[in-house]
Structures are given as C-alpha cells and as structure tokens.
C-alpha cells in the first residue's frame, strides 16, 4: 500500500535545529493533506503541524514561530523544520498522509513508524 519513511530526529540541545523529513511511496494514486505529529511519554498523541494539497500551512500553538511545515509534490515528501528547540519538544514525531492508492476507493490516512526527537543538555 503505502509506505512512509522518516528521518532527520536525534540528539539535540535546547536551542538547536533539527529537520525531519518524511517520504511516502508504494501504490500512490495521489496525496492531499500532509502532517506531523508527536507523542511524549505520558501524554497523548498530538498534531504539530499540517499543510494542504496546496500548501496552506497550520500549527499547533506551542510551535508557531519556531516550526515550518513544507512539501515537494515532485518527490511525495514533507519536511518539518524545527528551529529553537526546546525540552518539552521531546517526542516521538509521525508523519501522517491523507492518500488515494490503487484499487482502492476514496483517500485513506496512512502512518511512517516515527522518528525520535530528544531535546537535552
């Protein structure tokens, strides 16, 4: 069906910069929305940012300013650039793509496997 890889997560200290990003292939037809999400421990999942077939970004409060979602159609690929990263960052991040494939009807939301992101001294 459809696979979605991750990559870019790691160590990094308070203040630093990381981008993630998050190829999709398989038995794509075509991908309308793209988002990011994370998980902490102890809490739940949680939408970070999201961006439309035409590139209209959104975020998530505790991300604006600091995060930006971005995507090449061409390469069925979303990034998310994480700049002035801070502890409470630290997460497990999915990308997560709404796409039609073959033989099958309408669009589906499908999941990458995350990668992992530790903000600390």
């Known amino acids: 069906q459809v696979q979605l890889v991750e990559s870019g997560g790691g160590l990094v200290q308070p203040g630093g910069s990381l981008r993630l990003s998050c190829a999709a292939s398989?038995?794509?037809?075509?991908?309308?929305?793209m988002g990011w999400y994370r998980q902490a421990p102890g809490k739940q999942r949680e939408l970070v940012a999201h961006i439309t077939s035409g590139g209209n970004p959104t975020y998530a409060d505790s991300v604006k300013g600091r995060f930006t979602i971005s995507r090449d159609n061409a390469k069925s690929t979303v990034y998310l650039e994480m700049n002035s990263l801070k502890a409470e960052d630290t997460a497990v991040y999915c990308c997560?793509?709404?796409?039609?494939?073959?033989?099958?009807?309408?669009?589906?939301?499908?999941w990458g496997q995350g990668t992992q992101v530790i903000v600390s001294s």
């Open positions: 398989g038995r794509i037809i075509s991908i309308n929305a």
């Open positions: 997560n793509v709404d796409a039609a494939v073959r033989y099958s009807a309408g669009t589906r939301r499908y």
